[in-house]
């Protein structure tokens, strides 16, 4: 009587259990795009990775949209590149980052150092008028250096 009553239990709950997972499978490829995920963190990662891409896709390799501009006291009140293309109301257009203006933007990075290096004057002046001549036709944004640093 017993061996009956538990093995009714288990011609019962293993096609609930077998459903419950297909049922779980397919929520987690619809979630990745139809493919099925290998890892649930690469998974969780990826549908990070493409919200913060799908706005500004076209940035260049060695910027990314959280990446400090500017610093301020508190962490919290850093500006990131995409707070600042959201100010410029950047987009991409033909596949190069452009502001409201129809400019390509530009990204300049200044050498920062804490001890300047020999010849620190001619490296600032060569940097510049490397800035003033990608001014002259591009909008540029121009990365502060950390405070900590210097």
Not at 53 to 58: A, N, V
Request: with cysteine; charged share 25%.
């Amino acid at each position: 009587m017993l061996q009956t009553s538990i093995s009714r239990k288990r011609k019962i709950l293993t096609p609930v259990l077998l459903s419950c997972l297909v049922w779980l499978l397919l929520g987690a490829a619809v979630a990745a795009g139809g493919r099925a995920p290998e890892y649930g963190a690469a998974l969780v990662l990826t549908q990070a990775n493409s919200t913060q891409k799908s706005r500004f896709e076209c940035l260049p390799k060695d910027v990314h949209s959280d990446d400090v501009v500017s610093y301020n006291k508190r962490a919290k009140g850093n500006v990131t590149v995409e707070k600042t293309l959201i100010q410029m109301k950047a987009q991409c257009r033909k596949s190069k980052l452009t502001d409201a203006k129809r400019r390509e933007i530009r990204f300049f990075r200044p050498s920062c150092w804490g001890n300047p290096p020999e010849g620190y004057l001619e490296i600032q002046q060569r940097e510049n008028s490397e800035l003033q001549k990608l001014k002259r036709t591009y909008a540029v944004i121009v990365f502060a250096c950390d405070p900590m640093i210097q």
